[in-house]
């Protein structure tokens, strides 16, 4: 398959996948004409990255994972723990957006929205502690 057919598939820009062949994480062979010459195990490993990378992992995580996957000798707690870490990531994040969403929306009502200058919107981010 060529760079074209296996974006399509694994639903990646071929810019990306350039991009995981560069850092590693994928290593295609090449033709003689020098062209990716990509293989179902290539294609597989990139639907497994986009689907990792689409949970929210980072790349290095996706590099840990990826490495996982192909060890069949892996301990399944390795991967829970890091699926476990990952959550928490997602969890303090979400924790944070309610607490933005929450502060924004008491500023946004106590905003008047009309003519006159004071904004307790802009007064608020104007008392921000440097």
């Known amino acids: ?21 560069e ?7 090449r033709d003689t004409n020098g ?3 990509f293989r179902d195990s290539d294609m597989h490993k990139l639907a497994f990255l986009s ?3 689409a949970l929210g992992f ?7 994972l990826l490495a996982l996957w192909e060890d ?8 829970r723990a890091l699926a ?22 008491s500023l946004v009502k106590a905003c008047a929205g009309d003519d006159r200058p004071d904004c307790p919107i802009l007064k608020s981010l104007g008392n921000a502690k440097l």
């Not at 398959?1 to 694994?10: C, H, P, T, Y």
């Not at 980072?58 to 840990?64: A, P, V």
């Not at 979400?94 to 969403?101: A, N, S, V």
């Open 1 to 21: 398959m060529n760079i074209s057919e296996v974006a399509k598939r694994a639903g990646i820009p071929p810019k990306t996948i350039r991009y995981y062949e």
């Open 23 to 29: 850092i590693g994480l994928v290593a295609p062979p």
């Open 35 to 37: 062209y990716r010459a």
């Open 51 to 53: 689907r990792a990378r």
């Open 58 to 64: 980072t790349i290095e995580n996706c590099r840990t």
């Open 72 to 79: 069949q000798d892996r301990a399944s707690a390795d991967v």
């Open 84 to 105: 476990r870490d990952h959550l928490k990531d997602i969890e303090a994040k979400i924790t944070d957006l309610e607490e933005m969403r929450d502060t924004l929306s």
